[in-house]
């Protein structure tokens, strides 16, 4: 197979796994809300008392099936409204009667596996993009090298921008992160197959990046750098001594 057909196969393949893990995994950000209904009738005097008509229509719909079946699920991206006027504990007025709706995340926990499992998918497939990059310069420049990092880190940004509801709920920092990282097994591979002492450099320089990021954002950033070090690691750095291999017989 020649250079320009592996170059767009490894191409299609990461393009391929960068949509279908968008549409088929749940995003970091989303999780399953339930509402219930506390009582009614009754509240205290001094409680801050919501007007129905106040709310916005998806979360009108909300209590309408709150107060209908005593709780009801949804999720808080594709309901992204009644998640944020509903969430906690609130009394609501409806046609004089006022009723106090809970409500909470959902989530059991499953939420973080599959968003985990997700992300890595996009990493993966932004790496792949990535390979298709590298294969396609002949010279292997250093700066291709950049290639990895940099599709991962857009795949993953990318589609969890596309898939939130307003980008505050985007951890921009985290997955920036999880992108960089995943990149580095694979550069770490291909100076240790090759024996170079500047992809030695270039691998530890992105890992520095993502070190840095690390120390920009919140206390949850050390899952972003060291999921995809671990998980991706071995793997990485094996398909990196791959094309260092590769790099070497066409030199």
Request: glycine share 12%; no cysteine; net charge negative.
């Given at each position: 197979m ?14 391929l796994?960068v ?15 339930v ?7 009754d ?28 709780y ?16 906690g504990d609130?009394y ?20 973080l ?6 992300d ?31 599709g ?36 770490a591979g291909?100076a ?20 840095i ?16 070090l ?14 260092g ?7």
């Amino acid at each position: 197979m020649d250079i320009g057909t592996e170059s767009i196969s490894f191409l299609l393949v990461g393009l391929l796994i960068v949509v279908l893990a968008g549409s088929m995994h749940q995003p970091a950000g989303e999780t399953v809300m339930v509402s219930e209904l506390v009582s009614e009738g009754d509240h205290p005097p001094d409680a801050d008392i919501v007007e129905y008509t106040d709310l916005p229509e998806p979360a009108q719909t909300v209590v309408d099936e709150t107060i209908a079946e005593d709780y009801t699920f949804f999720s808080s991206y594709d309901n992204y409204a009644a998640s944020e006027s509903l969430r906690g504990d609130k009394y609501i007025r409806k046609n004089g009667q006022v009723y106090r709706i809970r409500t909470t995340s959902g989530d059991d926990g499953d939420g973080l596996f599959a968003a985990i499992a997700r992300d890595l998918s996009l990493a993966i497939g932004g790496l792949l993009a990535g390979t298709a990059v590298y294969l396609a310069d002949r010279k292997r420049r250093l700066v291709t090298l950049a290639a990895f990092p940099v599709g991962a880190t857009a795949a993953v940004v990318g589609m969890n921008a596309i898939a939130a509801p307003d980008p505050s709920v985007v951890a921009w920092l985290g997955n920036t992160l999880f992108g960089l990282a995943a990149g580095v097994p694979i550069q770490a591979g291909v100076a240790v197959r090759r024996r170079s002492r500047r992809i030695g450099a270039v691998s530890a320089g992105t890992l520095a990046l993502s070190v840095i990021v690390l120390f920009s954002g919140d206390t949850l950033s050390g899952l972003y750098l060291l999921v995809p070090l671990v998980l991706l690691g071995v793997p990485g750095i094996g398909f990196g001594w791959w094309l260092g291999k590769r790099s070497r017989v066409r030199s």
